[in-house]
């Protein structure tokens, strides 16, 4: 029952959105003068249809109309006539015309076309109670609305959309859909916003009703009423810019009109809550006579069950029997359902037992009816919220996969360049290190043995030879003037002795084992060296010749690791390469590269 009320509540708006939207379309700018032309089509299609496809032949023969526009009028000519079989033909027309180019261009016709159509095709599945296919096109007008700015338009869809969602059970989702849609139509000096603002509202007010949730009715309603007030205080202010409300309307018709049926249902939420407001509903119910809507039928008819609750048994009779004028030989409605059940409780409030008895009877047996058929369309419905469920997780899971995708190339790309750059840095580095050691390996082959003798310090020693550097160094520099009277042959062959029988080799090695050897003091040894060794400590000048036969071996021995080569001179890895780098910039494994890659 729920999902069939909702749908004749929207009945009405729907017929509303369909007159404004469907307008016809790609008109040409001049006709001819005949009377095949669309418009008088579309004049009689309701009642005459046959005629009305005939005439719109006849418009294309004539150039009246385009071949577009002739299919649109035939669809909207069977979805709105009583020709078999009208809303499968319409639905085809449908689809068909969803395909063609007239549709799917990106200019202002194009978008208008294609919304005519699926408005038209809404408003056939919402006839049919075709949950699924009304949720899908709702959507896709939805989102056409909103790509293309139309914001109050796309804002009326995401209300349609939010009640289906709710029918079908997703009733957080639906709400909150709902609710978003009239608070951003609210409050606004558009009298377009205005006019949604009040559709979207009586959607929810439709959607309350059938849960019988009628306390949530009431401040809805008076929130239409509200921003009526507000819009009579100063109608100048707000913007004409609502296409459905053409200029010659009279705005305070329009106004009454929603005014009315505000009041209608703020008047029916008290007398059906819990417990139920006879004095609000009396306050309420006489506004809405007032006016001229609230004493027409529809206002009337509308308003029934306040009359039901007021007691006001007459309204309640005559307002049925005008209804039963209204749907002549239709007894298996809602419509008629909603008569019996009212007649019923008139008549036993007027003692007419027996009636009542008769007429109860008759309700029960086409409410089952009624029910019987709404289990139907439940099944059918639950059918349709399984599909889209269904559906939706497909769309998830692709979605998901396709974001997973995404990331992981993304993560591969990312790591692939960070690679290639630290690649690319290294190589770099690499090139520059090794163009900065060949330099030096020249250098050191260039240059070796006159810096070796002139700029080598003392440093990284054995344990033994520390022991009186400084003092040897003080004596060399106190007796640096008397150096002229020291035989250059005795430091020669000093220095080839140490040469010659490797006595540099030994890690321990002291300047007491060159003066014990070679009888000296140790005044003499410092005398030579002041004079011929550019004026080195020992520690200093032994290390030259250390480095000197370092060299030597790191180019002719390729295969003798750095360590064997340090201990073969006389001075521990951590010194050689110490001694090196001082001099040369590099090490011996990096001058030995160097060597390699010439």
Wanted: a neutral charge.
């Amino acid at each position: 029952m729920k999902r069939f009320a909702i749908a004749l509540c929207l009945v009405a708006a729907a017929a509303a959105v369909a007159c404004s939207r469907n307008a016809p379309i790609n008109r040409p700018q001049e006709q001819r003068d005949t009377v095949y032309t669309p418009r008088a089509a579309m004049f009689i299609h309701a009642y005459q249809p046959r005629r009305a496809l005939a005439i719109i032949d006849s418009a294309v023969i004539v150039g009246n109309a385009s071949p577009f526009l002739a299919d649109f009028l035939r669809a909207k000519t069977y979805a709105e006539s009583e020709l078999d079989p009208g809303k499968d033909t319409t639905i085809s027309l449908c689809l068909a015309l969803l395909q063609s180019d007239s549709t799917k261009t990106d200019t202002k016709a194009g978008i208008d076309n294609r919304g005519n159509v699926l408005g038209l095709l809404i408003s056939i599945y919402r006839g049919k109670g075709d949950y699924s296919e009304w949720l899908k096109y709702s959507k896709e007008l939805s989102d056409l609305e909103h790509a293309y700015g139309n914001e109050n338009d796309a804002l009326r869809m995401d209300a349609e959309v939010g009640l289906i969602m709710t029918s079908l059970g997703w009733r957080e989702e639906g709400m909150e859909k709902l609710d978003s849609a009239i608070n951003s139509l609210k409050g606004h000096k558009s009298l377009d916003k205005l006019d949604a603002f009040i559709v979207c509202t009586k959607r929810k007010i439709a959607l309350l009703d059938s849960e019988n949730d009628f306390v949530a009715i009431i401040p809805l309603a008076q929130s239409i009423l509200s921003e009526l007030d507000r819009y009579e205080l100063d109608p100048g202010s707000y913007a004409e810019d609502s296409y459905r409300i053409p200029s010659n309307t009279n705005r305070q018709l329009w106004a009454d009109w929603y005014r009315a049926q505000a009041l209608c249902y703020a008047a029916n939420a008290f007398a059906q809550k819990k417990p139920s407001d006879p004095d609000s509903t009396k306050y309420y119910i006489n506004r809405c006579r007032a006016l001229e809507y609230g004493r027409s039928f529809s206002g009337r008819w509308l308003a029934l069950p306040a009359a039901a609750a007021l007691g006001d048994w007459d309204e309640v009779t005559a307002v049925t029997d005008m209804a039963v004028a209204h749907m002549p030989g239709d007894t298996s409605s809602r419509d008629y359902a909603r008569v019996l059940l009212y007649r019923a409780q008139a008549a036993k409030a007027k003692g007419r037992t027996a009636d009542a008895y008769k007429l109860m009877t008759k309700y029960s047996g086409l409410q089952a009816d009624l029910q019987a058929e709404m289990m139907k369309s439940r099944g059918v419905d639950m059918v349709a919220n399984y599909k889209i469920r269904a559906h939706e997780l497909e769309l998830q899971k692709a979605r998901n996969k396709a974001r997973t995708n995404w990331v992981l190339m993304l993560t591969i790309l990312f790591v692939f360049l960070l690679a290639t750059a630290f690649t690319i840095r290294h190589r770099i580095q690499r090139l520059q290190i090794e163009q900065k050691n060949k330099a030096l390996a020249g250098m050191v082959e260039k240059f070796a043995e006159p810096l070796i003798r002139e700029n080598v310090e003392g440093g990284g020693e054995g344990e033994g030879e520390g022991e009186g550097e400084g003092e040897g160094e003080g004596e060399g520099d106190e007796e640096e003037a008397g150096t002229s009277d020291v035989d250059p042959q005795l430091f020669f062959t000093i220095d080839e002795t140490i040469k010659s029988e490797k006595l540099y080799t030994n890690l321990y090695l002291q300047r007491q084992d060159i003066i014990d050897r070679f009888g000296i003091s140790r005044h003499t040894l410092n005398k030579l060296l002041n004079a011929h060794a550019k004026g080195q400590s020992f520690p200093s000048y032994i290390n030259s010749i250390r480095l000197t036969e370092a060299l030597h071996l790191l180019k002719s021995e390729p295969g003798m690791s750095t360590t064997s080569v340090a201990e073969a001179v006389g001075l521990t890895p951590a010194n050689l390469r110490e001694l090196f780098k001082r001099h040369f910039g590099i090490t011996p494994t990096e001058y030995r590269k160097s060597l390699q890659q010439h």
